[in-house]
Structures are given as C-alpha cells and as structure tokens.
C-alpha cells in the first residue's frame, strides 16, 4: 500500500455553522463550491443526504474531460459534523475519508476539515485544492 498523508484545511465564515454546514447538502448550493474548477463546467451535482447515501460532482474541464468526484456519507451530525468517503476514480481508484467540523465563533463558523488517506503523490496539490473549495464555498454563503 502507498504511503498516505493527512491534510487539514481550515476557513472562517460570517454565516453561523447551520448556513455552512447545509451549502455541503443542498445540490443547487454545492454546485457552486464542491469540486467546481474555474474553467470547469459542473455538469452533475447529485447528493442524497443521508448516511450511507452517495454523492457524484462531475465537473467537464477543459484539460481533463469529465472528472467525477464521489462519495458516501458516513456521518451527518447537523450542524457539528459531516463525514464522507471521497474519491476520484478518474485520478486514484483509491476512497480516503474526509471530515468536516462546523464550529460557532464569533457569530459566525470556524470549518476544520480533515482528510485522510491521501496518497503522498498528491499531498502537495490537495491542500491547495481544498483551500480553493472553502474559499468559493465563502462566495456562496456570505
């Protein structure tokens, strides 16, 4: 088995957790952050809400073709905590899990994420695509 890595990413929001955390949940909303590229179009959002429900993000970049990201819902502790398997089959066949923690600070969210089981080949680029992810996701909650 490759070596993995665990990567942290962490993103303050004037929104309070409630606000955040649904963003991840509602299609119409995620659509807008989750695994969206600049120059990419988002041609799938599906999410069933639900522990052991599945999600598919299929953005079409121009560089790459289609690139499903996928997953299952291992936790949904609204608004404190939301678990997920996540995965690129396009990029890795490898799932690594990947938590998010939802806390109230000063009026608004503090969002920890963690991700595990990155493959050390990749542990450069993914904190940088999940700053971009938080990033965007400020965008669309405020």
């Given at each position: 088995?490759?070596d993995?890595?665990?990567?942290?990413?962490?993103?303050r929001?004037?929104?309070?957790?409630?606000?955040?955390?649904?963003?991840?949940?509602?299609?119409?909303?995620?659509?807008?952050?989750a695994?969206a590229?600049?120059?990419?179009?988002?041609?799938?959002?599906?999410?069933d809400?639900?522990?052991?429900?599945?999600?598919?993000?299929?953005?079409?970049?121009p560089d790459?073709?289609d690139?499903?990201?996928?997953?299952?819902?291992l936790?949904?502790?609204?608004?404190?905590?939301?678990?997920?398997?996540?995965?690129?089959?396009?990029?890795?066949?490898?799932?690594?899990?990947?938590?998010?923690d939802?806390?109230?600070?000063?009026?608004?969210?503090?969002?920890?994420?963690?991700?595990e089981?990155?493959?050390?080949?990749?542990?450069?680029?993914?904190?940088?695509?999940?700053a971009?992810?938080l990033?965007?996701?400020?965008?669309v909650?405020?």
């Amino acid at each position: 088995m490759a070596d993995t890595v665990t990567v942290t990413a962490q993103h303050r929001y004037a929104a309070p957790p409630e606000t955040v955390f649904d963003a991840w949940l509602d299609p119409a909303l995620a659509r807008r952050f989750a695994f969206a590229t600049p120059d990419g179009e988002m041609i799938v959002a599906e999410i069933d809400p639900r522990v052991g429900g599945k999600f598919n993000f299929t953005d079409r970049r121009p560089d790459m073709g289609d690139v499903a990201h996928v997953g299952e819902y291992l936790e949904i502790d609204r608004p404190r905590r939301l678990k997920f398997s996540f995965g690129v089959p396009q990029l890795d066949p490898a799932f690594t899990t990947v938590t998010l923690d939802f806390k109230a600070v000063g009026g608004g969210t503090e969002l920890t994420l963690t991700h595990e089981g990155v493959a050390a080949e990749w542990a450069e680029g993914t904190p940088k695509g999940w700053a971009m992810i938080l990033g965007s996701l400020e965008r669309v909650v405020g």
